[in-house]
């Protein structure tokens, strides 16, 4: 069996509306294709395809359809929120697609480390909306 995993994150629009879209058209092209499996996934974050076909050369064909390569221009990010692997479901071999990180620390930049020229002074402001003492 050979695997062809599509999956198109939330953009500006939901990807659930694009895969209502896209679903009936994208089935008849991989059906048209000689896919023997397909399914679909709906997730918070957006929704995964997956199409199985019985060889290689079919699923590259499928790959390049005109319909598929329409489906993912259409999608809600198409530069940053498409994924398309030749295997099922994520990388990992799981079946769900793994949560993104956190970002480390705020994302922010570190505050330079003041030298020895500098003098330190306490801070005598208090934070707004606290009485003064």
Do not use: K
């Amino acid at each position: 069996m050979h695997w062809i995993t599509v999956e198109v994150f939330d953009g500006a629009t939901p990807a659930a509306g694009w895969a209502r879209v896209w679903h009936d058209r994208l089935i008849e092209a991989a059906l048209t294709g000689a896919a023997v499996f397909w399914d679909e996934h709906e997730h918070r974050w957006g929704v995964v395809l997956e199409f199985t076909f019985d060889d290689e050369r079919r699923r590259d064909a499928f790959r390049q359809a005109p319909v598929l390569l329409a489906a993912l221009d259409a999608a809600p990010d198409p530069v940053n929120g498409v994924l398309v692997y030749p295997h099922r479901g994520g990388g990992s071999g799981s079946r769900q697609p793994r949560r993104p990180r956190p970002v480390l620390g705020s994302g922010a930049a570190e505050l330079p480390v003041p030298t020895s020229d500098e003098a330190v002074l306490p801070c005598t402001a208090w934070p707004v909306g606290r009485p003064t003492p």
